[in-house]
Every structure is written in C-alpha cells, then in structure tokens.
C-alpha cells in the first residue's frame, strides 16, 4: 500500500466515528405524563412506538406543576397532555421560554361542569337553585389542575354556594360512577377527550360567562432544542394527530383492558398500524440528521 492509500485509509478511520454519530439519534428518552386518561393514552402510545425504534423510555407520572418544573430544567424531556389555549395558560406563561411546544395531537377538547343526562338543570347558573340535590359539592380532581384553577374562578363568577372537592381523576370517575348507579345527582369537573362520555350519558352544562373557554388543542411540549438532541423523535411527535373516533377507542381499549397500557397499546396498534406508519419519519439528510413525514 503506497504512502498516499494510508493516508486516506488514516483519514476514513479518523472520520468514521463522527459519521455514525451523525446517524445514531439519542436513545433515551423520559415521558411525564398526569394521572388523566387521554394523557395517560397519549403517553404509553409513544412510549411503545419508540421502544419499537429501540429507544429506553421512562415514565414519569407526577401533578402539573411539578412536570412543568421538570421540563423546563431538563429532567423530563416530553410531556403530551398540554391544553391551550386557557386550561394550563398559567403554566406555559410561567415556564413557557424554557420550553417548545413540538406538536398539536388533538383539536377539539373541552373542560367545563359535568352532570348525568337525567339531571334536569342545563347550565352552570342552576347549579345554586339544587345545592342540596349535589349536596353542596362539586367533585374535582388534582388540586394544581388547570379545570381546577378555572372552576375556582367559575365559582366566584357564577357565585356558586359550592365547596370544590380535590380528588384524583380515577377517585372523580368512581365518584360518578357509584352516583350514576343509584341515579344521585352529581356534578364534576369533566372534559372531552375521556372515556367516561362512552361508558356514561353525560352533558358538560353550559356556560354563558365563557369562564372555561371554547374548544382547546391539545399540544406536546418539550424543553428548548429537544429537536436538535432527538431529531427522530422530534419529528414523531409533530407528525402524530388524532380524531375523535381515534383517540376515544385508544381511550377505551385501555380502560377496558385489565392487563397493562403497554399491552392495549399495542393491541390498538394493530388494528390502526396504517395511521401508526404515517407518523414515522424516514431520514432523508445523513450529513444533518435530518426527518421528514413517511
């Protein structure tokens, strides 16, 4: 081998080991995720499709604030389950320059006061005129909730007589469950997507001051430069939306299950895997690691 043939074999060696680095996306990755169902969906759904790409996933189920605290110092990376434009505006206008938000999964989401169909009363203004028929309680979940914070607003708005009780989401659902049961009234802090309005008939009361607000989205969020870090898995989560029917049955397969999320993750994947393969981005960029939409 002449000198100049190991010249540029040194030189290919040299550069081989920045080339694969190029090529190989970060594999760890931790999701945060709050104890309500379409997050909780949302979460294992791309926890499963990136272990399926070999990525290590950790989950991390914490409240509001503290999943908010954590993204923004760089000790979560994803949290799915951001609703915009008014139930958590508190917190991205606290965190809300440490962090990106990435994708919009969902359009049509709601929060407001809950009742079963067979309570007669319409709208949140009635609520007073059957304090004892709730007997004077309206059933709430985690405390640093965003419908929390609003439903303690609608209640000085609508100068409601109530006491707002904390529970956790599963404890509200039981709640209205047991009620439901023995055709009690009930009212609660709800929202769209969630199971509950499959299982249940149920009608969100209406509200004429605008205190909860109109349809939100659903948004993903990340901390400042995840997509230079993580650009597979940037690109994933921009790619994936869901409908109505779609995220409703992912929903239920879940809480039908009684084996793991994981597990009815992916028995859902199964019968959605042409939507599951749109998401998946194909590098089309070696030298910047860059994605695109199949």
């Known amino acids: 081998?002449?000198?100049?043939?190991?010249?540029?074999?040194?030189?290919?060696?040299?550069?081989?080991?920045?080339?694969?680095?190029?090529?190989?996306?970060?594999?760890?990755?931790?999701?945060?995720?709050?104890?309500?169902?379409?997050?909780?969906?949302?979460?294992?759904?791309?926890?499963?499709?990136?272990?399926?790409?070999?990525?290590?996933?950790?989950?991390?189920?914490?409240?509001?604030?503290?999943?908010?605290a954590s993204l923004s110092r760089k000790k979560a990376d994803v949290f799915m389950d951001v609703w915009l434009p008014v139930t958590m505006h508190d917190y991205m206008e606290q965190y809300g320059d440490k962090l990106e938000v990435i994708g919009n999964v969902y359009d049509n989401a709601r929060i407001g006061l809950v009742v079963p169909e067979y309570v007669t009363i319409q709208s949140i203004e009635e609520l007073n005129?059957?304090?004892?028929?709730?007997?004077?309680?309206?059933i709430g979940i985690d405390a640093g909730a965003g419908i929390m914070k609003t439903t303690e607003k609608a209640l000085n708005e609508y100068g409601l007589d109530y006491k707002l009780m904390t529970a956790s989401a599963p404890a509200m659902t039981t709640s209205l469950d047991k009620a439901i049961r023995k055709k009690e009234w009930i009212v609660v802090t709800g929202w769209t997507p969630h199971w509950m309005f499959g299982r249940y008939k149920l009608k969100i009361l209406d509200d004429p001051k605008q205190i909860y607000g109109k349809a939100e989205s659903i948004h993903t969020v990340v901390w400042k430069d995840f997509s230079e870090k993580y650009p597979f898995v940037a690109e994933l989560l921009r790619n994936i939306r869901l409908d109505d029917q779609q995220i409703s049955s992912l929903m239920a397969t879940i809480e039908k299950t009684q084996k793991t999320e994981t597990y009815a993750v992916r028995q859902w994947m199964k019968e959605h895997q042409a939507l599951v393969n749109s998401w998946i981005p194909i590098k089309t960029d070696f030298s910047t690691n860059s994605y695109i939409n199949r």
């Open 129 to 138: 005129g059957h304090k004892d028929k709730f007997s004077g309680q309206i």
């Open 1 to 68: 081998m002449n000198r100049l043939k190991i010249i540029a074999v040194l030189l290919l060696a040299a550069l081989l080991p920045t080339a694969c680095g190029n090529l190989n996306d970060n594999k760890k990755i931790s999701i945060a995720y709050a104890n309500w169902s379409e997050g909780i969906a949302m979460s294992y759904l791309i926890k499963v499709i990136l272990e399926e790409h070999g990525y290590d996933v950790r989950m991390l189920n914490a409240d509001l604030a503290p999943i908010f």
